[in-house]
């Protein structure tokens, strides 16, 4: 089992940059993929980006592509997301989940969710 916890969210102006983090508790993540799903008013929870143990990544629809950056630090059981030139569009709760490796393949977890606003 897995608690995720994130952190970095808040209140942003049109074109600044915020830097979400995931820390994760009661087991290692190392071997986990990891990665950030968001959901806005009124919409479906989107993929926004994973990322695999040895570090590639993979990201969502085009519009992140350029502006996300997903990275990990194992030593530190954290993900981070790095969103740059923030758009109004992009708020949304922001969510952080860990798929489970090894005896526990096949489970996933989530974080509670941040909040993230973009103001134009």
């Known amino acids: 089992q897995a608690e995720l916890v994130e952190s970095g969210g808040g209140l942003v102006q049109a074109g600044g940059s915020l830097r979400l983090s995931c820390a994760a508790s009661?087991?290692?993540?190392?071997?986990?993929?990891m990665g950030w799903f968001r959901e806005a008013p009124g919409k479906e929870r989107m993929f926004v980006a994973d990322?695999?143990?040895?570090?590639?990544?993979?990201y969502g629809a085009g519009s992140v592509e350029g502006r996300f950056t997903i990275s990990r630090d194992n030593a530190k059981n954290t993900v981070h997301l790095q969103i740059n030139s923030l758009k109004p569009e992009d708020t949304a709760v922001y969510y952080c989940?860990?798929?489970?490796?090894?005896?526990?393949?096949?489970?996933?977890?989530w974080g509670q969710g941040i909040q993230v606003t973009v103001s134009s």
């Open positions: 990322i695999r143990p040895s570090g590639s990544s993979t």
């Open positions: 989940y860990a798929d489970g490796s090894g005896h526990s393949r096949g489970s996933r977890w």
């Open positions: 009661g087991r290692a993540v190392n071997a986990d993929n």
